[in-house]
């Protein structure tokens, strides 16, 4: 048997839940998970400051990998991407 490569990135639900909360204190506002795929800073109004203060924080959870990757992101949902792909790597 052929086996492919799933398209579909593996989602971490703890992640998304810690994200979520965490921004929702950068921001001082409650993030619902339908606002994971609007824009950080047009729709949600992170500034560069917020997002490193975010960034800096998944830091502090996940472990400094992909920081670049991460401030790169556009949205929750990207950094819920990187940061599941990053545990299902240390998990295996």
Known sequence: AILTPSL?????SQITTNLLQITSQICHWDIEESEISDD???DL???SLERIRLVTHLESLY???????L???RT??????ILSAKSVSISV
């Open 8 to 12: 579909t990135p593996v989602v971490n």
């Open 40 to 42: 950080l800073e047009a």
């Open 45 to 47: 109004g992170l500034d």
């Open 63 to 69: 472990g400094k990998n992909n920081r670049q990757a």
């Open 71 to 73: 401030l790169n992101c």
């Open 76 to 81: 929750l949902q990207e950094m819920v991407i």
